[in-house]
């Protein structure tokens, strides 16, 4: 069975510019979540689907981040404009139904933002 | 709320047992244990849904003591493999709501 895919892997991008990243769950897992984790820290909620709807994003800086899952599938996360403290990791996962559910996660996006 | 775990990291020869506590001042309805080598994703451990639960994983099982609003993960004669860090992560309501993820315990085993 084939696992969370993200791409890219990494990005080093300036500050104000835009950046996307992009994620594929495992093939039948209803719900997506996407984490944005600090180095040093927990993995932080950013975003929660189930299917192609938002179950969460409070936690979202809706000023600069969206996300969409178009078709209730794969996800995309966009950064617009991008600030220094957006540097982080951003992992996307997926678990075939809502909490409380094994979440499987994808290997992340290293962002860095100059 | 977030959960506190503790100790912020720890350091243990091969062989040695280790306990790394995870707690709430809130209500634990669950608690999830991932463990997240460097630089990789974290990888699920394990589920305890209910008071009083206890489950294993290879050498490593955990408690969860609803009443204390604290959980436990047990690591016993630990491996090289086991070097990483330990996240608890607890849903901020009940229901099915999404987790709230410590800020983990670095476990280092050396030979």
């Known amino acids: 069975e084939a696992g969370v895919a993200q791409s890219p892997r990494y990005k080093i991008i300036e500050k104000r510019q835009s950046v996307a990243f992009w994620c594929n769950p495992i093939?039948?897992?209803?719900?997506l979540y996407w984490y944005q984790q600090i180095l040093g820290q927990g993995p932080k909620l950013l975003i929660q689907?189930?299917?192609?709807?938002?179950?969460?994003d409070s936690q979202l800086p809706k000023d600069r981040f969206s996300a969409e899952r178009l078709k209730g599938v794969d996800s995309t996360l966009k950064i617009q404009p991008a600030k220094l403290e957006d540097s982080a990791v951003y992992l996307c996962?997926?678990?075939?139904?809502?909490?409380?559910?094994?979440?499987?996660f994808g290997p992340g996006t290293r962002l860095t933002v100059l | 709320q977030q959960p506190v775990q503790s100790p912020q990291a720890v350091i243990l020869r091969e062989g040695e047992d280790a306990v790394i506590n995870c707690s709430s001042s809130?209500?634990?309805?669950?608690v999830h244990w991932y463990r997240q080598k460097h630089g990789e994703a974290p990888v699920f451990l394990m589920i305890?849904?209910?008071?009083?639960e206890q489950k294993g994983h290879e050498k490593i099982s955990a408690s969860f003591n609803e009443k204390k609003q604290q959980s436990s993960l047990y690591l016993t004669a630990s491996q090289l493999s086991y070097s990483g860090t330990y996240f608890c992560?607890?849903?901020?309501?009940?229901?099915?709501?999404?987790?709230?993820f410590g800020k983990g315990t670095r476990l280092s085993v050396i030979a």
């Open positions: 996962a997926s678990s075939p139904g809502l909490s409380p559910d094994t979440q499987y």
């Open positions: 093939s039948g897992h209803a719900t």
């Open positions: 689907f189930q299917n192609n709807g938002v179950v969460d």
């Open positions: 809130k209500a634990l309805y669950s």
């Open positions: 305890l849904l209910k008071g009083g």
């Open positions: 992560g607890t849903p901020h309501n009940s229901g099915n709501t999404p987790l709230v």
